[in-house]
């Protein structure tokens, strides 16, 4: 066996085997591995646009629990408002309707005491009357007269 004629017949072979390879079976090979990359970066392209549109959306619900937040913070806020207003309001009304209530009890009171003087400016009246009738009936006597005043004066107290 000659080695020189068998390298050059394998050499030939690989050769051939090598154009073949590079003719038919590496330019699919290659566009599968272009498409497959292709695939891959856009897998990736995707990826880190969901992981931005992720990012996005965190933040937007973060702002929008934030100004929820906010919104129930002043809705409280304004119902306590509301409520100390209503207290107040409640507070002054009854001040008021005690003032008046007081007010008409002492109006009341003055005009029991104005009928009670009246009453009483009358009694002491009918009783100057009666006493001065019993004195002009009797005779004028020291005595007598010192007595119907004694009675007149009883009466009064």
């Known amino acids: 066996m000659n080695i020189n004629a068998t390298l050059l017949g394998q050499a030939i072979t ?3 085997f090598v154009w073949f390879t590079m003719k038919y079976v590496w ?3 290659m566009q599968a591995m272009q498409e497959r990359q292709k695939r891959i970066s856009d897998g990736l ?3 880190d646009r969901g992981a931005r549109a992720l990012n996005e959306a965190r933040e937007e619900s973060e702002k929008l629990l934030k100004e929820a937040r906010e919104q129930a913070q002043e809705i409280l806020s304004a119902a306590n408002r509301q409520a100390n207003e209503a207290v107040e309001n409640a507070k002054t009304q009854a001040r008021e309707e005690g003032e008046r209530i007081v007010n008409s009890a002492k109006a009341e ?4 005491i104005t009928r009670a ?3 009483l400016k009358q009694e002491v009246g009918t009783l100057a009357i009666a006493g001065a009738a019993k004195i002009l009936s009797r005779e004028v006597d020291g005595k007598a007269h010192a ?3 004694d009675d007149l004066a009883g009466r009064i107290q």
């Open 147 to 149: 007595d119907i005043i």
């Open 14 to 16: 690989f050769a051939i």
């Open 117 to 119: 003087r009246d009453a």
């Open 45 to 47: 392209a995707a990826a």
């Open 109 to 112: 009171i003055q005009t029991e």
């Open 27 to 29: 330019p699919p090979m």
